[in-house]
């Protein structure tokens, strides 16, 4: 093995190592939002209703929840007390509109009928639930001159930091469409289902671990990284805006966008696509809005490449230098498309909960379609990477696929069987939409990526791979191209 190969093999090693400790980073802040126990908590919520308090107990807990539930939140399709006297509250019901209904059976703990209901889940799916997660609920109904005065306290296991900012929301969304279907009101229109204070908090956050993170590993050119930082989280904020769009394109008025730390972002909604159309559009519009962008900025970046062609001289970026401002518009183009290129190549592989996967699935009609779209499109990045990827890159992608498709294994089926199909021209929409797309995105990594490499290496008289990418005088105004694998690999 020749020097040259054999360091081409740590190259790719290298990136094998910098992309699991990504995914391993994204994954323990998925947990950590989503998933980690932090015990029982205690939420309480009220509102005033304009009905009599027979009306307000009886749709409550015991009708079925009006079209499209309780602010999106609760939805129950049949409900009954059970026993003489009522010793168990039967409910069938799915939260956030989102899953199949499941039987839940809560054991009644204290009941004044049309004043006091407390009860505790005893079972849900058929299932016992232990003690620690077995939720309490308490409801109380006071009658106060002409309205009523309903309160509720939950005491439940709240899982991850979403489940704080996500539960008290759901209860005020559930009780303003409680009132609103008593007094036969109009219902609100869907607030998002995470504050905006918390989701420009967590954007906040998103962005400083990503600085703290970069500039721990780049501690010489902190000035840079926090650079590239700043365009990082702006190429992953304008995919899952596209995202967003679609949700709300159909209907889905309380979707959420959240940045979310070492993760990089997710848009939240609360109910599941109906239709297979619904599904795969919004799925594809994250990469697809980004593709629009990359078109419309594609002609500005130039104005930056003139910088690094000059040779990266500062005095170039003084305000008071010729075509400064142009210039500095170019450098920040050119640092956009350097990370939404690459996060957007990557969200498009075929497999799991990736858009790519999520595309394929919803298109596909059988085994031999699924794997014609997969293996078309998996051609598709690979030679994109082929055109401009590195040993590093190649690595990088690599260890992204394995670890997609182990996780695709172990979330198991996706669903789709159950959503609605799609048309014909739905399907044609859909794989026009994927074509095109592809297209920019691929077409943009051949003849834009190799663009900014090269003139990141011939500006500053080195290559990234070779040692300190950046000479010290240009070191305060340039991006690194080390920090182009890490970039990719902070995808969502």
Not at 76 to 90: A, D, L, Y
Not at 107 to 118: A, D, Q, S
Not at 258 to 266: D, E, I, K, Q, S
Request: with cysteine; net charge positive; aromatic share 10%.
């Amino acid at each position: 093995m020749t020097g040259s190969e054999n360091f081409s093999l740590l190259q790719f090693l290298d990136g094998v190592f910098v992309s699991l400790i990504w995914c391993a980073i994204g994954f323990a802040a998925w947990w950590m939002m989503f998933q980690a126990p932090f015990g029982r908590r205690t939420f309480r919520a009220s509102v005033a209703i304009k009905a009599p308090v027979e009306r307000i107990w009886s749709a409550f807990l015991l009708e079925p929840s009006p079209p499209g539930g309780w602010g999106g939140a609760l939805e129950i399709s049949g409900q009954e007390f059970r026993g003489e006297p009522p010793s168990r509250h039967r409910v069938v019901v799915r939260h956030g509109g989102m899953g199949p209904f499941r039987d839940t059976v809560w054991r009644i703990l204290r009941l004044e009928p049309f004043t006091l209901y407390e009860a505790e889940q005893e079972t849900i799916g058929g299932k016992a639930v232990g003690a620690r997660e077995a939720a309490v609920m308490r409801l109380r109904l006071t009658p106060r001159g002409g309205e009523a005065l309903v309160e509720q306290e939950t005491r439940r296991h709240v899982r991850g930091v979403f489940g704080f900012l996500y539960v008290p929301r759901a209860n005020r969304r559930c009780f303003d469409h409680l009132r609103a279907h008593c007094e036969g009101l109009e219902a609100m229109n869907a607030a998002p289902i995470v504050s905006r204070s918390a989701s420009f908090l967590l954007a906040i956050l998103a962005f400083g671990a990503v600085v703290a993170l970069f500039c721990a590993a780049n501690p010489e050119i902190w000035e840079i990284v926090a650079f590239i930082a700043i365009f990082l989280q702006l190429a992953l904020w304008t995919h899952e805006y596209g995202h967003l769009i679609a949700m709300r394109w159909f209907g889905q008025r309380d979707a959420t966008l959240l940045m979310l730390p070492f993760l990089g972002g997710a848009a939240l909604n609360t109910r599941r696509p109906r239709s297979r159309f619904e599904e795969a559009m919004i799925a594809l519009m994250g990469p697809a809005f980004s593709g629009v962008i990359v078109l419309a900025l594609t002609p500005f970046a130039p104005w930056g490449l003139r910088f690094f062609e000059a040779g990266t001289d500062p005095e170039a970026l003084s305000w008071t230098a010729p075509g400064a401002p142009a210039t500095w518009a170019g450098l920040c183009v050119v640092a956009f498309l350097a990370m939404s290129i690459p996060i957007n190549l990557y969200n498009l592989t075929p497999i799991g909960a990736l858009d790519g996967g999520r595309v394929v699935s919803a298109l596909a009609r059988g085994r031999l379609s699924r794997a014609l779209l997969t293996a078309g499109v998996f051609a598709a990045l690979a030679y994109a990477i082929a055109g401009t990827g590195s040993a590093n890159d190649f690595g990088a992608a690599i260890a992204f696929v394995a670890v997609a498709a182990a996780s695709a294994l172990l979330a198991g089926a996706n669903g789709h069987d159950e959503l609605a199909p799609m048309s014909r021209g739905q399907t044609a929409t859909t794989a026009l939409l994927l074509a095109v797309t592809l297209f920019i995105h691929v077409d943009a990594s051949r003849t834009l990526l190799p663009r900014f490499m090269a003139a990141v290496r011939d500006g500053v008289g080195g290559t990234a791979d070779a040692g300190p990418p950046i000479s010290a005088t240009a070191s305060r105004y340039v991006f690194s191209e080390t920090t182009h694998p890490q970039g990719q690999t902070a995808a969502p």
